[in-house]
């Protein structure tokens, strides 16, 4: 017998699945923001590597312009076109087209639907529980370990407000 929300026996053995028994999760943000998406990897109970297949409807930004520390990301695009910010340059990504965010690489990413029609992609990442990751456009430094989000620009010196 499986557990109907994973692909996980009865035994502890993921066997195999369709990626359409995964369930999609919706998030929306603003009229700016949103997406749909299927956590695969987690589906079929990974817990170091996140893989989910993405769909982003015309006119939506998948998430804040965002850069890593520790954890590296890869996309693939499935279906549709779909425009990369990366640094300061735009790629339109094609199906087929394949873009790698190496941890630390200091330029931030994001994914904007300009077409109009749905695009897909698969993102493959590290669940890094440790990762910092900094949002350029806001000046927000999200710190995944403590859930906490920071602005970048309320920095310290390292013996500021320390007593001598």
Known sequence: MTDSK???TAAGITRPFMVDEVPWDE????ERF???????????????VGVSMEELAPGKQACPNHYHHLEEEQLMMLEGTATLRLG???????AG?????PAGQKAGHSIYNHSDAPCRYLVIGERNP???????DSNRVGVRLTGEGYNKSATMEYWEGEKQ
């Open 27 to 30: 998030f929306a943000h603003g």
């Open 34 to 48: 949103g997406s749909r998406y299927r956590q695969l990897g987690e589906y079929g109970g990974c817990q170091h």
């Open 6 to 8: 994973k692909a996980i």
């Open 130 to 136: 440790h990762d910092v990751v900094v949002y350029p």
């Open 88 to 94: 300061d340059d735009n790629y339109v990504l094609v």
């Open 97 to 101: 087209s394949y873009v790698v965010f």
